[in-house]
C-alpha cells in the first residue's frame, strides 16, 4: 500500500486523458440531457453529480485503503450535520434506542431532543472510561465521538464496537477531528465513520461540507436517499474545493499534530493554566488509548485548557495575534474560542477550545504565551515540576 501523502494526491483522480485537466473543474448542472428512457449514471442534480463522485471516492479511498478491506462508499453532504442526521434518521425508527455521547458536538444535544420527538430512546454517557458501554443493552445504533470535541476524551472504538456488535447495534463514529489520516473507524469495527469536512478533511475554513462513509452497500444506500429525500446536497464548488484540498492533507495534518503537540507542552508550564488536554501528551488520561488506535503520531489540531475565569479567556484571546477568535477547527490559520459562549458544553467559562494551524510551531507558541502573560498582567511563574500533569481539569471536559 503507498504512503499516507501519496495516498493522498491521488485519491479520487480518474484516469489521465489527453489535454484534460487532472482534476476536471466543478459540474454546474441541475439537469443533464436523458435520452430514451432516462437511464445513465446521472440524471438530476439532486441525486448525482460528476463532482461529488471523484470526492466521494477519493474520501471513500482514504477511510478504507488497504487492497484486503472490502471497498467502501462515501455519500458527500452540504454539511457535517446533514451526514450527521442522514445516518441517524435513516437507520432510527421509532421505538428504537439510540446511545450517544454526553459530552460530544453540543448540537448533539437538539439533535437529541428531536429524535425523543419521533420516539426513539435516547441514552447518553460519557466517552471517557468506555461509558457507553453500560447503555449498549437493546440499543439499535452506537454514535461514538473520539476525540470528543471539545473535552478530546478518547474510547476504545475496537471494544466498543465489538459489544454494540453483539448486541445487535450499529456503530457510527464521527471521525472529524482525527480525520482518516488519524485514525480509520472502519477498520476498527465501525459501520459509518461520519465527519464535518468542513474542518480538518479540507482544511481551509472555506467550506462547509460534510460525508458518511461505510463498507455496506445497503447502508449506503439508506444514506445516500435520505440525502435525496432531504436535499441536503453539496454545492459542485464546494465539493471541488474539498478535493482540491485532500492533496495536502497529510501535510496538513501533520504540521498541525506537531504544532499542537508543542503548544500542548508549553501551557503544562503556565501557573495560569489547568486542564490541559490533548492525545498526543504522555500525561493526558486519553494518551493509552489513543496510541493504541490513532496512526502515525497524529493526534490531532485541537488543544482545550481553562483559563481562571471569563475576563482572563477574554483578555487572553483578544491579545492574540497569529490566532484568530472563531469557532470551528482544523483550518490552516489557528483559531480559538472561549466555548461557553454557546451555552451547549458543560466546561467552565474560562475553557478555551485552541485549534492548531500550520503556522511555525514556535511562532505559534511565542505568541499564546505572550498574550497569556498579557492576560494575566505580567510575565506568570513557570509550575512546579510536579504541577504537570493534564489530570487537573474537571471530569467533565
Known amino acids: 500500500m503507498t504512503g499516507d501523502g501519496t495516498r493522498a494526491v491521488r485519491a479520487g483522480l480518474p484516469e489521465a486523458a489527453a489535454n484534460e485537466p487532472t482534476l476536471p473543474g466543478p459540474v454546474f448542472a441541475a439537469h443533464y440531457h436523458l435520452p430514451g428512457d432516462g437511464g445513465g449514471p446521472y440524471t438530476y442534480g439532486r441525486d448525482t453529480n460528476p463532482t461529488w463522485t471523484l470526492l466521494e471516492r477519493a474520501i471513500a479511498e482514504l477511510e478504507s485503503p488497504g487492497a484486503d478491506t472490502a471497498p467502501a462508499e462515501t455519500v458527500a453532504f452540504a454539511s457535517g450535520m446533514g451526514a450527521i442526521s442522514a445516518t441517524l434518521m435513516s437507520q432510527l425508527r421509532p421505538g428504537d434506542a439510540v446511545v450517544l455521547p454526553d459530552d460530544g458536538y453540543n448540537l448533539l444535544i437538539p439533535v437529541r431532543e428531536r429524535l425523543a420527538e419521533i420516539g426513539v ?23 461514538i465521538e473520539s476525540p470528543s470535541n471539545p473535552g478530546l476524551d478518547v474510547c476504545d472504538i475496537r471494544r466498543l464496537a465489538d459489544a454494540a456488535h453483539a448486541r445487535g447495534a ?132 485541537v488543544v482545550s485548557f481553562v483559563l481562571p475565569d471569563k475576563p482572563h479567556a477574554e483578555r487572553f484571546l ?6 484568530d477568535d472563531a469557532t470551528s477547527f482544523g483550518s490552516v490559520r489557528s483559531s480559538a474560542e472561549r466555548r461557553a459562549r454557546w451555552r451547549g458544553d458543560a466546561v467552565p467559562e474560562g475553557f478555551i477550545r485552541f485549534s492548531v494551524g500550520v503556522e511555525d510551531p514556535a511562532d505559534l507558541v511565542a505568541d499564546v504565551l505572550r498574550a497569556l502573560d498579557e492576560a494575566a498582567g505580567g510575565p506568570a511563574a513557570d509550575r512546579p515540576a510536579d504541577g504537570g500533569s493534564s489530570d487537573g481539569g474537571p471530569a467533565a471536559y
Open 318 to 323: 483578544a491579545a492574540l495575534r497569529l490566532v
Open 121 to 143: 430512546e435516547v441514552r447518553t454517557a460519557p466517552t471517557r472510561d468506555d461509558g457507553q458501554l453500560a447503555q449498549l443493552d437493546g440499543a439499535a445504533l452506537l454514535w
Open 170 to 301: 450499529l456503530v457510527a463514529v464521527d471521525n472529524t477531528l482525527a480525520t482518516p489520516l488519524g485514525q480509520r473507524p472502519l477498520d476498527l469495527g465501525a459501520d459509518f465513520s461520519v465527519a464535518s469536512a468542513t474542518k480538518a478533511l479540507t482544511g481551509h475554513g472555506d467550506v462547509l461540507l460534510g460525508c458518511v462513509t461505510t463498507r455496506d452497500p445497503a447502508l449506503a444506500a439508506a444514506v445516500r436517499g435520505w440525502r435525496k429525500i432531504v436535499g441536503a446536497i453539496p454545492g459542485p464548488m464546494e465539493t471541488w474545493l474539498a478535493h482540491r484540498s485532500l492533496a495536502t492533507l497529510q501535510l496538513r495534518v501533520d504540521r498541525q499534530a506537531q504544532g499542537a503537540l508543542a503548544l500542548a507542552e508549553a501551557l503544562l508550564t503556565r501557573a495560569d493554566v489547568s486542564g490541559v488536554r490533548h492525545p498526543g501528551l504522555p500525561s493526558d488520561p486519553a494518551h493509552e488509548t489513543a496510541s493504541a488506535q490513532m496512526l502515525g503520531g497524529r493526534y490531532g489540531c
